[in-house]
């Protein structure tokens, strides 16, 4: 049975176990900041991650490792005074819950006080399930993140599609399991075989949400400059565009450079 998703007024973590149990896929996408938080909340999208993607897509930055824990409060705070219903998920950037779970637990008791937000989102398995009990031991939800984990970006070398082979796609399962066990209440799997990410979501009772992970899993997440078409560079096979907003944005800021040139603008209902 598919239920209807208006039915909820806010979506909690336990909405999200009711859309899997129901059949319902789960809508998922980033967003930084306050006013397009507000378009896509009231879109009806999900989950809105406040993804440290920003540091990309706001900053500019090659990876998503440079960008810091008072950077990711201050996009997660402005997108929570933005939103009604979603699930707000925040990822903790890198080196605030690495190998140290009391720093962990400090960091994402900064993101619950300052932000607002819902919910913490940490990428690993095994080498951080320290640091995700102890989050989860303050009340605190975690979403898990395996697959390709971009803040392990130079352990991997490049971008490309993880745990095609055998030992990796293991290990990924018992990280799965390892991260249901220790209590997450989701996990997103990015860039893995569509036939894996298939099994993991069938092993677990928690949804499992993909990013180039193929269509049979609970959900599916993208970062929303990618899929308006914001950016012309990043062209991986999982992304759907569904604007060219790049050239829209080009084409209204090249007549408005024009209209201010011939004086076109401001016309006489324009002006006092
Ligand atoms: O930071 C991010 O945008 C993410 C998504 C790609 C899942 O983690």
Do not use: W
Request: aromatic share 6%; hydrophobic share 40%; net charge negative.
């Amino acid at each position: 049975m598919v239920t209807n998703n208006k039915n909820y007024k806010r979506i909690t973590t336990n909405s999200l176990l009711e859309f899997k149990n129901n059949g319902e896929k789960i809508s998922m996408l980033t967003a930084y900041d306050y006013t397009l938080a507000k378009i896509i909340d009231n879109a009806g999208i999900d989950i809105i991650l406040v993804g440290d993607s920003a540091s990309n897509v706001m900053a500019g930055h090659e990876t998503t490792l440079p960008i810091t824990l008072d950077e990711m409060i201050y996009h997660a705070s402005s997108v929570v005074r933005a939103v009604d219903r979603a699930l707000v998920v925040v990822d903790m950037p890198f080196g605030t819950y690495q190998g140290n779970s009391k720093k962990a637990l400090d960091s994402a008791i900064r993101i619950m006080k300052e932000t607002g937000g819902h919910t913490v989102k940490l990428e690993g398995g095994s080498e951080i399930i320290d640091s995700v009990k102890r989050i989860l031991s303050a009340g605190i939800p975690v979403m898990g993140h395996l697959g390709l984990t971009p803040q392990s970006i130079y352990k991997f070398g490049t971008y490309t599609v993880r745990a095609k082979e055998e030992e990796e796609a293991n290990k990924l399962i018992e990280d799965a399991k390892l991260l249901e066990e220790a209590g997450c209440y989701a996990i997103v799997l990015e860039k893995i075989p569509s036939k894996l990410a298939k099994k993991v979501a069938e092993i677990l009772n928690i949804p499992v949400i993909g990013i180039g992970a193929g269509p049979d899993v609970d959900g599916q997440v993208l970062v929303l400059h990618d899929m308006l078409g914001m950016n012309h560079e990043f062209n991986p096979r999982f992304l759907r565009r569904y604007l060219n907003l790049y050239d829209e944005i080009t084409k209204g800021v090249k007549q408005y450079i024009s209209d201010v040139k011939k004086v076109d603008f401001p016309n006489q209902d324009e002006q006092y």
